[in-house]
């Protein structure tokens, strides 16, 4: 693709670096911002710089904030001795919109994936560790993807928890609400029943 | 969707003003841009921002350039007499990459829509007839998308042309190479057995 300006082609190029856009859809979007005015634009760029300039990570879970302690780390209505341990801030904000979690979050900034060259050193991982030695927590519960980085990080955590005195858990899997039984993989079937619930908790959950 | 910060809410918000970015495509995008850099963000937000201020249209085409004339206009070798009337830079770059038309170009800036509000006075026609006057053109080709917008603009300006002395042809609309007879709706079908050609011109065509 032929651009007919070094200053288009730039720009374009420079949203092309992003995740799932190609040339042609960075090319709509750079010819949008051409339509739109200089201001505009100018906050546009503005607000994108002034983000990873300003933002901060809670020293306590990790997650994006505005100032030392996020939000959820400072609400005291939260029960603090609970924590969920997430992959990303993508999945504090799922967990949230169920609003059925009231406790606090530790976001780890990843999984550990040896062919990707993660290891636990990468990861927010003593920071967890140090924090459930700390404030005593009583439960940590693992709401990570279900996969094998999932798993060897579970395992890996899980190992050096054994010494502190704190429950682990991880969330369900099974077959999805609204799902169908025949469609769903070997694996995920086969999870469901070796970890089937008596009816009576099932009603009450 | 809850955000634990505002400096992200806002970048978040920036991004989803873009055509075809939603919510969450915004955030993904974000995050991609926090995990990055700052220098590479502050990269992309000033090229972003520097694009916008610094470019230039092209004072004969209307083009976007990066000079008062653009590279295809300030081409000798190209056919000056010639001019494919465009809607936008977009129309202009998929017809340069055919590489089959050695003219040079015009870009309306849009096509005549009252419904949206678009009159004649918005879009480039004046300096469209004021450049075919001047220039002596001996055939302008419209290459505007087959639709009542498109159809409304060639009247238009086919009419503004009537006195001059200059050849306008429309691109042909037809069935698609690789398309099927069958799967063509019945509007293309029967326009492309009205503008019917002698097989002749086809072969050498």
Redesign the interface.
Known sequence: ????????E??VN?FA?????GKK?A????????K?D?GN???????????????KFCQRCC????GDI???CANSFRHQKTICVVE???D??AI??TQQFNGTYHVLGGLISPLDGIGPDQLNIESLVNRIQKEETEEIIFALNPNIQGDTTIYYIQKKLQPLNCTATTIARGISFGGELEYADEMTLARSLANRLPVQQYVKG
Chains 1, 2 share one sequence.
């Open positions: 693709m032929q651009l007919p300006s070094v200053l288009l730039n720009a420079e670096k992003l995740p799932g856009i859809t090319l709509r979007l750079v010819l949008h911002l051409l739109q200089t634009v100018q906050l546009f760029s503005e607000t994108i710089a002034k983000m990873r300039q300003e933002i997650n994006i904030s505005d996020c939000a959820i990303n801030i993508r504090v904000i949230e919109s």
